[in-house]
């Protein structure tokens, strides 16, 4: 751990990023204290990612979910060398041309062929006949360029006869 100070303000480098503790400010007047009055140093820490974004783009990929019995399944790409994705929201719809009981839908993050974890996505709505079941969720999920996610929707009754998603968000290309 490195540490650097100037008047008020110390930066220190740690493993996961960088802390700016300031001290600036902290001797001003506050609420009940009479003026003059000794006050207590209030450090403010603000911690920020060691790898900077020298470039942010807007994000949206889609992808068809090919269907197997009652499952859809895809994987959408992962981001490209030096980037990393911030994916805010996912879209997906499933049809069938016989009514369907939605069951389940998942956004899953994997680091290779490894799962991390999964985001549920509960039903937004489906048609009177249950036809088509649609989903339009807000996420907040990192993808870094080794790691990617995958969508899968299930149905507990009929076969669903092809479904999609839309994922979009934020590509940060990285220093």
């Keep these: 751990m490195k540490s ?8 220190v480098a740690l493993a996961g990023g960088v802390a700016l503790i300031s001290t600036h400010g902290a001797n001003s007047a ?17 911690i920020a990612p060691t790898t900077v974004g020298v470039a942010a783009s807007h994000y949206q990929a889609a992808i068809n ?11 959408f790409p992962a981001p490209p060398k030096n980037s990393q ?33 999964a985001v549920a996505l ?18 907040d999920i990192l993808v870094t360029s080794k790691q990617h996610l995958e969508a899968f929707t299930n149905v ?15 590509l940060y290309t990285l220093d």
């Design 156 to 170: 507990t009754t009929g076969t669903p006869s092809q479904a999609g998603c839309t994922i979009s968000g934020t």
């Design 65 to 75: 979910l090919p269907c197997t019995g009652t499952i859809c399944t895809g994987a």
């Design 30 to 46: 506050s609420a009940g204290t009479p003026a003059g009055a000794p006050r207590a140093e209030r450090p403010v820490v603000s």
């Design 122 to 139: 509960p039903l937004g709505s489906s048609s009177a006949s249950q036809k088509a079941h649609l989903l339009n969720h807000a996420v």
């Design 85 to 117: 994705l911030n994916v805010t929201r996912i879209n997906c719809e499933m049809f069938s041309s016989t009514s369907t009981d939605f069951d389940s839908a998942f956004l899953d993050l994997f680091q290779g062929s490894n799962f991390v974890f």
């Design 4 to 11: 650097f100070a100037m008047k008020g303000l110390t930066l």
